[in-house]
């Protein structure tokens, strides 16, 4: 049992860990407020969607893919709650809808990814265009098309205010919670449970990093390439899709262009999480820690009086560090392990 | 035609008390903490063509490689021309006169040829064009200069490989393998060329696994194993079994590996595993063949033959394939490999890098790959896992320090126990293994051989595809040699020879023409 | 020069023209001189960064900070002409942070070995941060006309910035195919490997190709300036994106070794004209980012699929020399016991 608690403690995951329990203690020296649980659990409302969609981008960032229009999907998503909402739906099910919408947005990309050998990054590009597009144009095309809106003057005004008036019972998503535990945080913890049985103990899961790390192999062994694509796919635009929800209900506004700028910390958190970007590495857990690692380091950043216009340089600054780090670490690691086989099989003539 | 013949006469000269050209001694190189050359001590003479001999992993690839600058040794040295050097780069080597050409030729395939030719080098357009229309004549190289190089026959990108060292004026070519992609009429060729080469002075390494070749164009033959020379003397003073007994260890006999006891009859009895007929893609022809249970069939033939694009397609990884393909008896209808491994049928890819193992991954996972579906319904028991890959590790003697152990660690013969393990996870009926033991070392290669025994003992039927010749002889009930494509002869046990079939191999046919 | 007619590049003219003629029968404003080149205006900036993005694409490598470094020489150069400095020389700063931020990039890639996307991205957080940082989050909102003067001077009836994107257009297509040093960036995108092993300073080509993306950011930075006239906060915004698209859609393979800025050209061209047809076809603005998604996708599956077919091809042709060489071998035949 000891040696196993010793090897965890080797981890990644443990090292961002430490990190967030010394940020924490740093944050809260510099503004006493952080120290207060309460108010530690409700700053996280303000980051959980860029979690929400880091982490099912952890799983396709495994399979050496990558999906950068998932701040299209939480715009997209938005707009699809808002606009059937108005026409007339049940906020609850608009709701759905808009998930819905989001995991045929993932399919999308998924099955294009599966189904060409072109690289996900371009494919996703151009579906990052498409979804921002769509989302836009969606209450305009609405109004052409003749639907018509409960109130107002039509969906074309919806077009640049958003749609607010949202029940208060979906607000809440965002604005309540249980006890001291924010809804959005519980759908984040819950949300990354079922990702991370789904990734570190399912035959599918297993999939993702055999695909990552050996594709070929991968179709050599018979393991369903194609089908484990899509599906992951759609799991990152579901992903994209709950932190639009979330966000909508933050707000109390859908919006088509929420999320637009949470791309740079969405991967931030991925790579920092320990996801390797060519495949084959990457943990639920790690991605979580780093996710609260980044949030609260913007909520410091901001109570510290800086801008929030700062905040992306360092997320920028701190995204080329850590991998660069990881890259001298591993290098540095491997020559000495190169060195120490030397010296054993000299030993032994 | 293709026999081992004495090395003809020319201006090699083995007493000669020259420098040599290259002086390579005690060099060793760690790779991923693990050893794969232990004081390496090699010289090449002027005009010398001196093969280096070794199954794969025996080290003479990393051992060209670093005297070509692409790697540095963790100890030893290099004398060029006498003089001590250390090569940092590529660029540094063929400043020294060392020109590699790689197995896989480096080619840009967007580029033309004369660009490929002359890119990165300094020297005059006009000059150099005239340069290279001489030596493409003296070489043999057929393309014109402006070409896209991507569209060269693999022969002929060979060539302009060896085109680009003699531009830089090489004084030591190394040829990485040159002819496993090459026909007989191409490898021919070729050897004129270098025997042409060898008489100007210039020192070749020929590193290569194939006996009869080394022993054609060679002066000199170095055999490596794990990482060390065993062997190294003049061709003259060589022949095949001795080449063959150094590649093995010292107290291995050649022979050692048991002729099957089962009876001829009982195993004609036995039902038929595998029916393949008629089977046809691009690289091969009309194929038909049956494997019955418990029965070994080898699948002889040079690379280039057709025999893994054969097995692929057995196992429907080719979707272009025609033909109809029977496993026990079902017909597999569409080229489907899962459906052929439900049915009974699995594969073991000839490059298992490439497609049979994941190696930054642990081993255990490589193991299981294929049977996840069986290992729980929903999520996958650990346990179950574990108690899975314990069975193998223990029946292949695989040794590695924990079934977790990344893949990448372990030696090559294990890395090929684990991706045989993942073959017969799924419990087949009919294994196709496709060069088992490349790479192998060899008591690694006697359990794999043991293996194969124990599974036609259990009724298990094989195909075998191996280009070592004698493993094929030895372990095979019958054996299929193929060339370009087509299935020109079959053998039964009792006729089975090694010269029938490195006859056959080459497309030669009868006795005469040995 | 024969193969452009065989090219992806031509093709795309062609879609170019079949485009003008179809929305010109929608709407025939589009046909006059004055819209054609209204869109060969404003596809300026576009087709200055699509040849930037076009040299790392070349070596096989992506850089997702073009538009943050147009953005953040365009604030500099706003910043420097309202603070007085003299145009020549606010230019010339402008050029110099656009090449740094660019060599910062190169530096990330080549030395520390971070991959491209995530050194990019990296650098795309940071310059944007920066731009807001200087700007204190406004526009600049008037510009010295000094330099809004270039964006309308005409010579010989055509728009000054038109001459000199096309004088850059072929200085840069005639430097990739002659000078030798220039034809390291395709090696480099075909080969890396083999390129390392011939001898070609596979670090320093990649250094330029960074920082040559910085150095066109940084020229479209100038005209656009000059023509757009004030500095939005969102200078730049999603442009590296759409000279990717450009890019993709003019023939420079993502995979690398294939391209030329005739392609950046073409494809920059052609995105610009489909924005500005839709105006004419009265589809509202916001479904630019729709379309030109969809174009993109579509472009990249037809890729694919005539890459398929060519495979096909000459997977046949090779069958049938083999089934020839068969034919011809006397000691092919098929069972001998």
Same mark, same amino acid.
């Given at each position: 049992m000891k040696a196993h608690v010793l090897k965890w403690m080797k981890t990644w995951e443990f090292g961002l860990a430490v990190l967030l329990v010394l940020e924490i203690l740093v944050l809260g020296a510099i503004n006493p407020t952080f120290l207060n649980l309460e108010n530690l659990l409700y700053s996280t409302s303000d980051f959980t969607h860029i979690l929400l969609a880091a982490l099912p981008l952890t799983l396709i960032i495994i399979t050496a893919g990558i999906d950068i229009s998932g701040v299209s999907i939480m715009g997209l998503a938005s707009i699809t709650l808002g606009l059937t909402w108005v026409a007339g739906v049940n906020i609850f099910i608009a709701m759905f809808i808009a998930l819905g919408v989001g995991i045929l947005a993932g399919m999308f990309n998924g099955a294009f990814v599966a189904a060409t050998d072109v690289n996900p990054l371009v494919i996703t590009l151009g579906s990052l265009f498409m979804f921002a597009g769509v989302a836009m144009g969606l209450p305009g095309l609405l109004d052409a098309l003749g639907f018509k809106a409960y109130g107002a003057a039509g969906f074309a005004a919806y077009m640049y205010e958003g749609i607010s008036g949202l029940p208060h019972s979906f607000n809440q998503i965002a604005h309540g919670g249980i006890g001291w535990a924010p809804y959005p945080l519980l759908i984040v913890l819950v949300f990354a449970a079922f990702l991370g049985v789904i990734l570190h103990k399912t035959r599918f899961g297993r999939y993702l990093y055999l695909i990552g790390v050996n594709p070929d192999a991968a179709r050599y062994s018979n393991v369903p390439v194609k089908s484990t694509l899509i599906t992951v796919y759609a799991l990152s635009g579901l992903g994209a899709a709950l932190a639009g929800v979330v966000l909508t209900s933050y707000f109390t506004s859908a919006r088509s262009d929420l999320g637009k700028e949470a791309l740079l910390s969405i991967i931030t958190v991925v790579v920092l999480g320990g996801a390797d970007i060519y495949g084959g590495k990457g943990t639920i857990v790690g991605t979580l820690l780093a996710g609260f690692l980044i949030g609260f380091l913007r909520q410091g950043l901001l109570a510290m009086g800086v801008t929030s216009d700062v905040v992306p340089v360092v997320v920028g600054a701190l995204l080329i560090l850590v991998v660069a780090l990881k890259l001298f670490v591993a290098a540095y690691n491997q020559r000495r392990l190169n060195q120490k086989a030397l010296k054993m099989s000299e030993a032994r003539r | 035609m293709a026999k081992p013949a004495t090395p003809s006469p020319d201006h090699y000269d083995p007493q000669s008390d020259k420098t040599p050209l290259v002086e390579l001694k005690n060099i060793w190189k760690v790779f991923a903490g693990v050893p794969v050359l232990k004081g390496i001590n090699l010289n090449l003479r002027p005009?010398?063509?001196?093969?280096?001999?070794?199954?794969?992993?025996?080290?003479?690839?990393?051992?060209?490689?670093?005297?070509?600058?692409?790697?540095?040794?963790?100890?030893?040295?290099?004398?060029?021309?006498?003089?001590?050097?250390?090569?940092?780069?590529?660029?540094?080597?063929h400043k020294s006169g060392i020109y590699m050409v790689p197995q896989e030729p480096h080619i840009f395939p967007h580029l033309s040829v004369e660009e490929n030719l002359l890119l990165g080098l300094d020297i005059d357009v006009g000059e150099a064009r005239e340069k290279i229309t001489r030596l493409a004549q003296e070489i043999g190289f057929e393309s014109g200069l402006s070409e896209e190089a991507g569209s060269l026959s693999i022969a002929n990108q060979q060539l302009l490989e060896i085109i680009r060292g003699l531009l830089r004026n090489a004084q030591i070519l190394i040829l990485d393998e040159p002819t496993s992609a090459l026909t007989f009429r191409e490898v021919e060729h070729l050897f004129n060329r270098m025997r042409t080469l060898s008489q100007r002075g210039i020192g070749i390494f020929f590193i290569s696994h194939r006996l009869n070749e080394v022993m054609d164009i060679s002066h000199r033959i170095s055999v490596l194993r794990e990482g060390r020379i065993v062997l190294a003397a003049p061709t003259s003073e060589l022949n095949s079994q001795k080449l063959v007994r150094a590649m093995l260890p010292e107290d291995a006999d050649v022979r050692e590996v048991e002729r099957r006891a089962r009876s001829a009859q009982s195993r004609e009895a036995s039902e038929v595993a595998l029916d393949v007929q008629h089977l046809s893609s691009d690289a091969f022809q009309d194929v038909s063949f049956q494997v019955r249970a418990g029965e070994v069939v080898g699948l002889a033939g040079l690379v280039g033959a057709g025999r893994t694009e054969v097995a692929e397609a057995v196992v429907g990884l080719d979707p272009h394939a025609r033909g109809r393909v029977f496993i026990k008896g079902q017909d597999v209808k569409k080229p489907d490999a899962r459906r052929s491994q439900s049915l009974g049928l699995v594969y073991v890819p000839e490059d298992r890098h490439a497609h049979g193992i994941f190696l930054d991954l642990p081993s255990l996972y490589t193991m299981t790959a294929t049977i996840l579906d069986r290992l729980g319904r929903y999520l996958i028991s650990r346990k179950q896992e574990e108690v899975v890959g314990d069975s193998y590790r223990e029946q292949l003697s695989i040794r590695m320090n924990s079934l977790y152990q990344i893949a990448r660690t372990l030696s090559g013969g294990n890395q090929q126990k684990v991706v045989l393990a993942k073959a017969l996870a799924s419990k087949p009926d009919v294994i196709i293994l496709d060069e088992p033991t490349r790479g192998v070392d060899a008591s690694a290669r006697q359990d794999v051989y043991h293996l194969i025994h124990r599974l036609a003992e259990q009724g298990v039927g094989i195909l075998l595809i191996s280009s070592e010749l004698e493993e094929i002889v030895d372990l095979s009930d019958r054996i299929l040699v193929m060339y370009q494509g087509r299935i020109i002869q079959e053998t039964q046990r009792a006729d089975i020879s090694l010269q029938k079939i490195m006859a056959a191999a080459f497309g030669l046919q009868g006795e005469a023409s040995l | 020069m024969s193969r452009i007619w065989r090219s992806r590049e031509l093709l795309v003219f062609l879609l170019l023209i079949l485009l003008v003629l179809v929305v010109g029968l929608i709407n025939p404003n589009f046909w006059r001189a004055r819209s054609l080149m209204h869109i060969l205006n404003s596809s300026l900036i576009l087709i200055l960064v699509s040849i930037g993005e076009m040299f790392v694409i070349l070596t096989r490598g992506i850089d997702v900070s073009v538009g943050a470094i147009l953005g953040l020489s365009a604030v500099i150069l706003g910043v420097a002409l309202n603070a007085g400095v003299a145009l020549p020389l606010a230019v010339l700063l402008a050029l110099a942070v656009s090449v740094l931020a660019g060599m910062v990039n190169a530096v990330g890639i080549t030395f520390l070995r971070v991959p491209p996307i995530i050194m990019t991205l990296g650098t795309l957080g940071v310059y944007r941060g920066l731009m807001l940082i200087i700007t204190g989050g406004s526009w600049i909102e008037t510009i010295p006309t000094s330099i809004?003067?270039?964006?309308?001077?005409?010579?010989?009836?055509?728009?000054?910035?038109?001459?000199?994107?096309?004088?850059?257009?072929?200085?840069?297509?005639?430097?990739?195919?002659?000078?030798?040093?220039?034809?390291?960036?395709?090696?480099?995108?075909?080969?890396?490997?083999?390129?390392?092993?011939?001898?070609?300073?596979?670090?320093?080509?990649?250094?330029?190709?960074?920082?040559?993306?910085?150095?066109?950011?940084?020229?479209?930075?100038? $005209?656009?300036?000059?023509?757009? *006239?004030? =500095?939005?906060?969102?200078? +730049?915004? !999603?442009?590296? @994106?759409? %000279? $990717?698209?450009?890019?993709?859609? *003019?023939? =420079?393979?993502?995979?690398? +070794?294939? !391209?030329?800025? @005739?392609? %950046?050209?073409?494809?920059?061209?052609?995105?610009?004209?489909?924005?500005?047809?839709?105006?004419?076809?009265?589809?509202?603005?916001?479904?630019?980012?729709?379309?030109?998604?969809?174009?993109?996708?579509?472009?990249?599956?037809?890729?694919?699929?005539?890459?398929?077919?060519?495979a096909a091809q000459q997977r046949q042709a090779r069958a049938a020399v083999r089934k020839e060489n068969n034919h011809l071998n006397p000691s092919t035949r098929e069972e001998q016991a």
């Amino acid at each position: 049992m000891k040696a196993h608690v010793l090897k965890w403690m080797k981890t990644w995951e443990f090292g961002l860990a430490v990190l967030l329990v010394l940020e924490i203690l740093v944050l809260g020296a510099i503004n006493p407020t952080f120290l207060n649980l309460e108010n530690l659990l409700y700053s996280t409302s303000d980051f959980t969607h860029i979690l929400l969609a880091a982490l099912p981008l952890t799983l396709i960032i495994i399979t050496a893919g990558i999906d950068i229009s998932g701040v299209s999907i939480m715009g997209l998503a938005s707009i699809t709650l808002g606009l059937t909402w108005v026409a007339g739906v049940n906020i609850f099910i608009a709701m759905f809808i808009a998930l819905g919408v989001g995991i045929l947005a993932g399919m999308f990309n998924g099955a294009f990814v599966a189904a060409t050998d072109v690289n996900p990054l371009v494919i996703t590009l151009g579906s990052l265009f498409m979804f921002a597009g769509v989302a836009m144009g969606l209450p305009g095309l609405l109004d052409a098309l003749g639907f018509k809106a409960y109130g107002a003057a039509g969906f074309a005004a919806y077009m640049y205010e958003g749609i607010s008036g949202l029940p208060h019972s979906f607000n809440q998503i965002a604005h309540g919670g249980i006890g001291w535990a924010p809804y959005p945080l519980l759908i984040v913890l819950v949300f990354a449970a079922f990702l991370g049985v789904i990734l570190h103990k399912t035959r599918f899961g297993r999939y993702l990093y055999l695909i990552g790390v050996n594709p070929d192999a991968a179709r050599y062994s018979n393991v369903p390439v194609k089908s484990t694509l899509i599906t992951v796919y759609a799991l990152s635009g579901l992903g994209a899709a709950l932190a639009g929800v979330v966000l909508t209900s933050y707000f109390t506004s859908a919006r088509s262009d929420l999320g637009k700028e949470a791309l740079l910390s969405i991967i931030t958190v991925v790579v920092l999480g320990g996801a390797d970007i060519y495949g084959g590495k990457g943990t639920i857990v790690g991605t979580l820690l780093a996710g609260f690692l980044i949030g609260f380091l913007r909520q410091g950043l901001l109570a510290m009086g800086v801008t929030s216009d700062v905040v992306p340089v360092v997320v920028g600054a701190l995204l080329i560090l850590v991998v660069a780090l990881k890259l001298f670490v591993a290098a540095y690691n491997q020559r000495r392990l190169n060195q120490k086989a030397l010296k054993m099989s000299e030993a032994r003539r | 035609m293709a026999k081992p013949a004495t090395p003809s006469p020319d201006h090699y000269d083995p007493q000669s008390d020259k420098t040599p050209l290259v002086e390579l001694k005690n060099i060793w190189k760690v790779f991923a903490g693990v050893p794969v050359l232990k004081g390496i001590n090699l010289n090449l003479r002027p005009g010398e063509i001196h093969a280096l001999l070794g199954g794969n992993g025996s080290g003479k690839s990393t051992t060209m490689k670093i005297l070509s600058g692409v790697y540095i040794p963790e100890r030893g040295d290099i004398f060029i021309d006498g003089q001590r050097r250390v090569f940092h780069s590529p660029n540094e080597a063929h400043k020294s006169g060392i020109y590699m050409v790689p197995q896989e030729p480096h080619i840009f395939p967007h580029l033309s040829v004369e660009e490929n030719l002359l890119l990165g080098l300094d020297i005059d357009v006009g000059e150099a064009r005239e340069k290279i229309t001489r030596l493409a004549q003296e070489i043999g190289f057929e393309s014109g200069l402006s070409e896209e190089a991507g569209s060269l026959s693999i022969a002929n990108q060979q060539l302009l490989e060896i085109i680009r060292g003699l531009l830089r004026n090489a004084q030591i070519l190394i040829l990485d393998e040159p002819t496993s992609a090459l026909t007989f009429r191409e490898v021919e060729h070729l050897f004129n060329r270098m025997r042409t080469l060898s008489q100007r002075g210039i020192g070749i390494f020929f590193i290569s696994h194939r006996l009869n070749e080394v022993m054609d164009i060679s002066h000199r033959i170095s055999v490596l194993r794990e990482g060390r020379i065993v062997l190294a003397a003049p061709t003259s003073e060589l022949n095949s079994q001795k080449l063959v007994r150094a590649m093995l260890p010292e107290d291995a006999d050649v022979r050692e590996v048991e002729r099957r006891a089962r009876s001829a009859q009982s195993r004609e009895a036995s039902e038929v595993a595998l029916d393949v007929q008629h089977l046809s893609s691009d690289a091969f022809q009309d194929v038909s063949f049956q494997v019955r249970a418990g029965e070994v069939v080898g699948l002889a033939g040079l690379v280039g033959a057709g025999r893994t694009e054969v097995a692929e397609a057995v196992v429907g990884l080719d979707p272009h394939a025609r033909g109809r393909v029977f496993i026990k008896g079902q017909d597999v209808k569409k080229p489907d490999a899962r459906r052929s491994q439900s049915l009974g049928l699995v594969y073991v890819p000839e490059d298992r890098h490439a497609h049979g193992i994941f190696l930054d991954l642990p081993s255990l996972y490589t193991m299981t790959a294929t049977i996840l579906d069986r290992l729980g319904r929903y999520l996958i028991s650990r346990k179950q896992e574990e108690v899975v890959g314990d069975s193998y590790r223990e029946q292949l003697s695989i040794r590695m320090n924990s079934l977790y152990q990344i893949a990448r660690t372990l030696s090559g013969g294990n890395q090929q126990k684990v991706v045989l393990a993942k073959a017969l996870a799924s419990k087949p009926d009919v294994i196709i293994l496709d060069e088992p033991t490349r790479g192998v070392d060899a008591s690694a290669r006697q359990d794999v051989y043991h293996l194969i025994h124990r599974l036609a003992e259990q009724g298990v039927g094989i195909l075998l595809i191996s280009s070592e010749l004698e493993e094929i002889v030895d372990l095979s009930d019958r054996i299929l040699v193929m060339y370009q494509g087509r299935i020109i002869q079959e053998t039964q046990r009792a006729d089975i020879s090694l010269q029938k079939i490195m006859a056959a191999a080459f497309g030669l046919q009868g006795e005469a023409s040995l | 020069m024969s193969r452009i007619w065989r090219s992806r590049e031509l093709l795309v003219f062609l879609l170019l023209i079949l485009l003008v003629l179809v929305v010109g029968l929608i709407n025939p404003n589009f046909w006059r001189a004055r819209s054609l080149m209204h869109i060969l205006n404003s596809s300026l900036i576009l087709i200055l960064v699509s040849i930037g993005e076009m040299f790392v694409i070349l070596t096989r490598g992506i850089d997702v900070s073009v538009g943050a470094i147009l953005g953040l020489s365009a604030v500099i150069l706003g910043v420097a002409l309202n603070a007085g400095v003299a145009l020549p020389l606010a230019v010339l700063l402008a050029l110099a942070v656009s090449v740094l931020a660019g060599m910062v990039n190169a530096v990330g890639i080549t030395f520390l070995r971070v991959p491209p996307i995530i050194m990019t991205l990296g650098t795309l957080g940071v310059y944007r941060g920066l731009m807001l940082i200087i700007t204190g989050g406004s526009w600049i909102e008037t510009i010295p006309t000094s330099i809004k003067f270039f964006a309308n001077w005409h010579i010989l009836g055509v728009r000054f910035f038109i001459w000199v994107t096309l004088v850059i257009v072929i200085f840069t297509a005639l430097l990739l195919r002659r000078f030798k040093k220039a034809r390291y960036l395709y090696a480099v995108g075909d080969n890396e490997e083999g390129a390392r092993l011939m001898d070609i300073p596979v670090r320093k080509t990649l250094f330029t190709a960074y920082t040559l993306a910085g150095l066109f950011a940084g020229i479209a930075a100038i $005209i656009f300036v000059a023509q757009i *006239g004030f =500095v939005p906060m969102q200078a +730049g915004n !999603g442009q590296e @994106l759409r %000279a $990717i698209a450009a890019d993709v859609l *003019g023939g =420079v393979n993502l995979t690398g +070794g294939v !391209g030329t800025p @005739l392609s %950046a050209l073409v494809g920059a061209i052609f995105l610009t004209a489909v924005d500005s047809a839709l105006v004419f076809v009265k589809v509202p603005g916001y479904w630019n980012n729709a379309v030109g998604g969809a174009i993109l996708l579509a472009a990249v599956y037809l890729d694919y699929r005539v890459r398929r077919a060519v495979a096909a091809q000459q997977r046949q042709a090779r069958a049938a020399v083999r089934k020839e060489n068969n034919h011809l071998n006397p000691s092919t035949r098929e069972e001998q016991a």
